[in-house]
C-alpha cells in the first residue's frame, strides 16, 4: 500500500503558512485546525519548512512567551523529510519512527500535495490488517 492510498481517503487539505509568520500566529492555526504540524511553504508550494506543537513548546520552554513573538522561519525544522504518493506506507512509517516526527509533507514535482502523520499511517495499517483477518475468517468458514 502506497501514500496515494491515505491521501485518497483523507483528502488533500493542507494547512500551510508563510516563513514570516509569528509563531503566536502559528498557535493560533494549529488550535482552529485542530493539528499538530503546520508546512512552511512558498508562494509556489515548495516545502521550506514544517514546524509542530513539540518545536513550539520547546522555543516557549527555553525562551519563555516572548519567543511567540519569533518568525517561524527560525524556529522551522529546515531538512523536511518528505515522501511521494509512490512511497510505501511501511517504509514512510520506518523513515517517521526513525527521525522520531509525526508529520510528513508529501511531496509530487517540488510542491506539497498533502502531509500525513503517523496517526494516519497507524488508521490505514490497522484497517488493512482488520481487512485481512476479516478474509481469512470468511475464507476459513467456506472451507
Known sequence: MTVAAILSGKGHDII???SDALLSEICETLAKHKI???VVSDKEGAVDGIVSERDIVRVVGTQGVSALKTPVSGVMT???VTCSEENNI???MARMTQGRFRHMPVV????LTGVISIGDVVKF???QVELEAEQMRS???MA
Open 16 to 18: 500551510t503558512a508563510r
Open 78 to 80: 529546515k531538512n523536511v
Open 108 to 111: 509530487k514535482d517540488g510542491k
Open 90 to 92: 511501511n517504509e514512510v
Open 139 to 141: 475464507y476459513i468458514t
Open 36 to 38: 499538530g504540524a503546520v
Open 125 to 127: 495499517k490497522i484497517a
